[in-house]
């Protein structure tokens, strides 16, 4: 395959290239552009036409420096051994295709997908989506030869895309669904998938029925027709093996898969849990579940929520807490679909830890939730910080106030032995070299407990004589 004729260089060394805003000629979907998707469907090869990339509207060289613009990529794809479970998993792979391109940043997906393409890249000649799609093809077609002929079909109209956006969120919903349909027990095959391991070296997702991946892109039906095309593949079979603890979801199969896939980092993982053993997180995760102390719960914020989430942190602070393969107790990179499973977090106390979620969750999944739980579930739009959150958990009577008396005694027995002070609001800072620049520390409502505190003055280093 030979993209001498693309202006810019592909290949996987450019995965994990950053384009910041400044450096960035055009950015196509994301947070701010209201439509954008990514869809990979089967299709007849009479019905599309081997290498052909379609644009519907402006293209790169017509946009302004610095705009923004919705785009819509659909890619159809044709073979003889080619069935639609197997949709969901190339669709993911155009996040990492589009990741080759040197000048091309490509995150999230689905219809979170954003891109950014470089001023450097439109300098060098890349110019045209015609190119990105004429990329993407040759790619599907070499790295997965069961595609023998694929089109693409590029939208960035913000008109042209209503429809094909619509019919995108349809076939989503519809894969959600069928993955509705069944769950752990059922099922006597998990499977693993470890296409992030370019990004977060020590993660690989196990999916089930009940933990669809944490991207949301790959449920366990997508995952089993992946794994038997391309068994050596990046989606493969995780015999189950002996469950050590239904509450957890614990698995010798899945406990031997991760510890191999993370070269013996990591060595257990609890299905079901957010706070023991938590299944690791690359940083492609739709949502995250995160503890909060103060009241004993769980709140879950999704990427696409751009104010900060009730414990103070925007998502962009909270994914860099989660996110690189580390296994994080108290924050958990999830799938917005695993919040409707039976096995959420079984382990921590299940769906009822619930305490928080931002609006735009809680509209996709109240459906789901025991009906009543969800007026009990506080947004941004009944309380912004944590003393109105426990206000309010008190006036509803959340399950989980029932908690606090408990821990209540726990910490008063704290204070007892030792000393947990409340500190209120503490700042310290620390001296760079010379006195000059350094950095300011600031915990905000902190309480601290501390046996000895040890400060040590730091000699300089002796010349040796
Ligand atoms: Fe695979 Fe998980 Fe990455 Fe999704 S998040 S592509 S399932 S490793
Ligand atoms: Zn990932």
Redesign the pocket.
Known sequence: MSFSDIPVEIGPVFEGERIRAKQMYVELGGPKVEKHFELVRVASSKDIKDGQVILHGPDIKDMEEGSRHPIGIFVEVAGPELEEDLEAVFE?RVHEFCNFINGVMHLNQRYTNWMRVSKAAVGKGFNSLEMLGTVLIRLFKAELPIIEQAQVTIYTDPKAIEKPYDMAMGIYEKRDERARTIHDDDVDMFYG????QSFAPT???C?TPDRT???G??NWFDARAAAKVDPKGPLFEVPPGECLNLEAGEFTGINEMIKKRSLGEIERIYLYSGMEFPHTS?G?FEAIDFYIPEVNGHGIVDRNYGDVAINGLPFSAMANQTGGGKQMPGFNGISIQYIGSPKYQRYDGGINTIVWMNSGVKDRVAEFLPPDLVPKIATEKEVQDINALKDWLKEVDHPMVATWAALEAEEEEEEDEGAMIPMGTQSFTVPGVGGAGGFKIILKNCKIHAETIIIKKIEPPRKKK
């Not at 998938?193 to 992030?196: P, R």
């Open positions: 993911r998938c470890v296409l992030c993660h690989a997702c999916i991946s944490l991207c892109s790959i690359c492609c």
